[in-house]
T-cell receptor, first 115, second 114 residues
Framework: NAGVTQTPKFRVLKTGQSMTLLCAQD?????MYWYRQDPGMGLRLIHY???????AKGEVPDGYNVSRLKKQNFLLGLESAAPSQTSVYFC??????????????FGEGSRLTVL | GQQVMQIPQYQHVQEGEDFTTYCNSS?????IQWYKQRPGGHPVFLIQ?????EVKKQKRLTFQFGEAKKNSSLHITATQTTDVGTYFC??????????????FGTGTRLTIIP
């Protein structure tokens, strides 16, 4: 049981390049999330999805796009990378428990450097 | 928007000493979750608190949810080197539009002096 898998784990981009981070979960979770983590800033929510075909903005959505065409996958895209997007990106998924979000299961993270 | 603050940001303790981190929300929370992130690792779920005034224990860890459901604390008794890491609290982002979003606190980084 793989849980939450992120690819790639490391990537170096030049300013202006585009890329896509892939998150896959095999737990049949309804909710999926993309967070970024910067030193001293904690985890900040970029975008999230409550089900296949639906996405919503989080705290810091600018410069990112997402898609959830299949329930098990959540893609995070950077159309034109900027140095400010250098960060560690975490994908997470969870069940819905009643009206609340259940525990989040995180992937191992993707470290992105934009030069 | 909702803000979740944690104090202290850093804590250095001698092995065997106790440790406490505090979490404060600008809004009332329906529930609060706690996570631990080891250095170089990813956050791992510890516990969820739902009821006002709730207290839960996991071995040496004690979690509390405030009566007003706007604050929470994590207390570790007799710290060990395995407790090293950053502890985050997280609360639902929006009480009006559903609780799907989790807003994370800024975290408290715990280091242990052997």
């Amino acid at each position: 049981n793989a849980g939450v898998t992120q690819t790639p784990k490391f990537r170096v981009l030049k300013t202006g390049q585009s890329m896509t981070l892939l998150c896959a979960q095999d737990m049949n979770h309804e909710y999926m999330y993309w967070y970024r983590q910067d030193p001293g800033m904690g985890l900040r929510l970029i975008h999230y999805s409550v089900g296949e075909g639906t996405t919503a903005k989080g705290e810091v959505p600018d410069g990112y796009n997402v898609s959830r065409l299949k329930k098990q996958n959540f893609l995070l895209g950077l159309e034109s990378a900027a140095p400010s997007q250098t960060s560690v990106y975490f994908c997470a998924s969870s069940f819905r428990t009643g009206t609340n979000t259940g525990e989040l299961f995180f992937g191992e993270g993707s470290r992105l450097t934009v030069l | 928007g909702q803000q979740v603050m944690q104090i202290p940001q850093y804590q250095h303790v001698q092995e065997g000493e106790d440790f406490t981190t505090y979490c404060n929300s600008s809004t009332t929370l329906s529930n609060i979750q706690w996570y631990k992130q080891r250095p170089g690792g990813h956050p791992v779920f510890l516990i969820q608190l739902v009821k006002s005034g709730e207290v839960k224990k996991q071995k040496r860890l004690t979690f509390q949810f405030g009566e007003a459901k706007k604050n929470s604390s994590l207390h570790i008794t007799a710290t060990q080197t395995t407790d090293v890491g950053t502890y985050f609290c997280a609360g639902p982002g929006d009480m009006l539009f559903g609780n799907e979003k989790l807003t994370f606190g800024t975290g408290t980084r715990l280091t242990i002096i052997p």
